[in-house]
């Protein structure tokens, strides 16, 4: 008998027939003999209508930001729902069940109305209720302060929750069913010889998501990392009947079981960026320092910063950021440059940039994979705009119009393809 | 400075334009200075679309009785997102407003899922709210057993909630806003000439509520009696710039203040009645007493039962029930014939009836307005196929064919009709 928490998101909850769907499996597991605990997030698009009803309500851009505990209120209706339905669905199947919100679940956060942390869970009443013998429906993304008002906990919240009570109930298992029946060494929509990747660690599982792979959310990958929590990420729209789901989807872990590392594990990319390009501030840990101050009192993120020399004293720096900031890094560099004295820098703004992330812990102490990386890209024919690296990625920012063959060069070259289907030979 | 509850139906929070309205108002009465508790409904068609979804996840005819706990769970879904957007606009109109689940708002009831009790209103969170110079906005028609399980009321749950609060808190007024200006003394649909009461005792409304009058649910009615709340019934749809409320709708209260009394009050009525003719049981009480012992075991309600002496110690009793409950009455009856040792009585139903209730306190002490109303009917040429009297009612059962017309000749009658609008003279 295993303790397995599953959590089912938005697409997986959207229809009537999708809920019972869900409690079928759901109920295969109960008859296993596995205790297990349901984690839901809203349906299908209920959060955007919801969020869409509360603008036309307030006549405001955002009325989040304006309304943050009554947009928290609001928005917990919404996994309300979707777990009275799939605990109903459930009771159908023969299967006693009971919906719990994150208040009853004592999913205890912290005050940061529509993203807050979790400080603790007290999963007692939801080990009081597999404990006897009944299915927990648990509703993600919400949870209560210690002062009892409902919070929610803002991006990639359902996994977050979900990774949360399988670490506090000490699960066996952490099961995320999604539309996508794992994670894939690239986009399989933009490289159609990826393959879908059986293990991945949780270091790689964190660069791949930051880098724009949307299947698993960072946040909650890290909370895997913190407490040691493997998790699985399978498909709920494949039917595996009445075997346990070992061995499908991708299993984020902290050690990977391959016998055979590929230098990359996975390639993952966005779209949006811009480098600007400065030249005349002056060289120096001050200015790049200052920079950084600067964008963050905007509250402007910085993808990346790189600086060269220049001449006279003077450096090139290199800020690597979203499209959309641009004007505002050009006002805060002015600012800057004024204060170091030196005003009116050369600036260059090139937009339109996607950047693509290449992850792999088999880079490390394996030499050449960033060399091989830039002849892949010169072979076929991508200029590279920046370029960082970390211990197990590297990041480069390409024209967003290459973007694709930049992907499918990186992965045919790096071996990551997919066997060809072998034809049957009768 | 007063302290308001005011409760607004789910007509009136049906679209973001009607809870704008519903802001405005509440915004006006708090910046008379007035402390202000509003309690919603679920937004318009919210609650069967719920129930919709839930019997399309459970493929059940009726998904409450085989899942009221998740039942609960699911519908109390709709005022919470009531509530946040009424909270919201209040926000807008730059008057501080909080919403508060039923739970939140420490509506204790018993555990009966889908039809729960209030057994307590602890309202301190709620007065510390108004105290503090915030609007409260308090679900309608959800509470919170001993146990923290989530419950609803049942029907006529929100006009309940906000009672029960007003009580609690002791309020100077109670005021349910709905999509009609207070209490006729007729359906205005079926009577034209009907007029709004101003003033109208507990038990009047009691007495209409129960007879098919919708404006408010008896339920909500009786705890003001018991209370001493008095209730004023309001039109969300009119808007009466910077006044307060007094003198307009219809104000429910213990003791109406008006100068000049009429025999009646108001009529109500509702269709879909039958009379059941039961002949050859026999006489003495223990017959009528088996025939609703009988009845209550089989929950088959009973709306009205007299007897007459037939032949040979044998009775007439007639039956007057719901129409769908014809043919369980009769397995009943035969039953108890049975028992009585009279087997086989002779069974005639006759369907297709209305029951019209006559509803005024003036008629006690007032001789003559029972045959007032049977000349007033016989004149219009319809029959009386059953009736009934309490100290401030006359009920009778016509045919629903003929509903409208004798309505009419009744309003017209004992001289309700509004009087014809005068012609301007300018």
């Keep these: 008998m295993a303790l397995i928490v599953q959590k089912y998101g938005g697409t997986s909850v959207g229809s009537p027939e999708r809920i019972r769907a869900v409690a079928a499996r759901v109920a295969r597991a109960h008859r296993r003999g596995d205790q297990v605990v349901v984690v839901v997030s809203a349906m299908g698009d209920t959060t955007d209508d919801l969020i869409t009803l509360a603008h036309l309500v307030t006549g405001a851009e955002n009325a989040a930001a304006q309304h943050p505990r009554e947009m928290d209120m609001l928005l917990t209706s919404g996994e309300r729902i979707s777990m009275a339905l799939v605990a109903m669905a459930i009771c159908r199947e023969g299967v006693p069940a009971r919906s719990l919100t994150g208040s009853q679940a004592a999913i205890i956060t912290d005050t ?156 993952a990319s966005a779209r949006g960026f811009a480098t600007l390009v400065v030249r005349g501030l002056p060289a120096g840990m001050r200015t790049p320092t200052e920079v950084l101050i600067g964008m963050a009192e905007d509250g402007v993120s910085i993808d990346m910063i790189t600086e060269a020399p220049h001449a006279d004293g003077r450096i090139l720096l290199q800020i690597t950021i979203l499209e959309e900031d641009i004007e505002r890094t050009q006002t805060v560099i002015r600012r800057v440059a004024e204060k170091l004295g030196a005003p009116d820098p050369v600036m260059e703004a090139q937009g339109g940039l996607a950047r693509i992330a290449m992850v792999g812990s088999g880079m490390q102490g394996r030499p050449g994979v960033y060399a091989a990386a830039f002849r892949t890209l010169m072979e076929a024919g991508v200029d590279v705009e920046a370029v960082s690296t970390s211990s197990i990625s590297i990041t480069v920012f390409v024209d967003a119009a290459r973007e694709n063959e930049a992907l499918q060069a990186l992965h045919t070259g790096f071996g990551l393809d997919a066997p060809a289907a072998v034809p049957a030979t009768a």
Aim: hydrophobic share 40%; proline share 3%.
């Design 112 to 267: 940061r109305h529509t993203a807050a942390r979790i400080l603790e869970v007290r999963a007692e009443r939801v080990r009081e209720t597999v404990e006897s013998g009944e299915v927990a429906i648990v509703a993600g993304f919400q949870g209560v302060s210690r002062a009892r008002e409902i919070t929610t906990l803002g991006r990639g919240g359902s996994d977050t929750t979900a990774v949360a009570l399988a670490c506090a109930l000490g699960a066996d298992r952490c099961e995320i069913y999604t539309d996508v029946d794992g994670i894939y060494s690239a986009d399989p929509r933009r490289v159609p010889a990826a393959r879908r990747i059986p293990e991945i660690s949780h270091a790689e599982m964190l660069e791949l998501a930051a880098a724009g792979a949307q299947v698993m959310h960072p946040r909650a990958v890290d909370m895997g990392v913190r407490f040691g929590m493997d998790i699985r990420v399978l498909s709920s729209f494949v039917d595996d009947a009445d075997q346990d789901e070992s061995g499908r989807g991708t299993l984020i872990t902290e050690n990977p079981t391959l016998m055979e590392e590929l230098a990359l594990t996975g390639i």
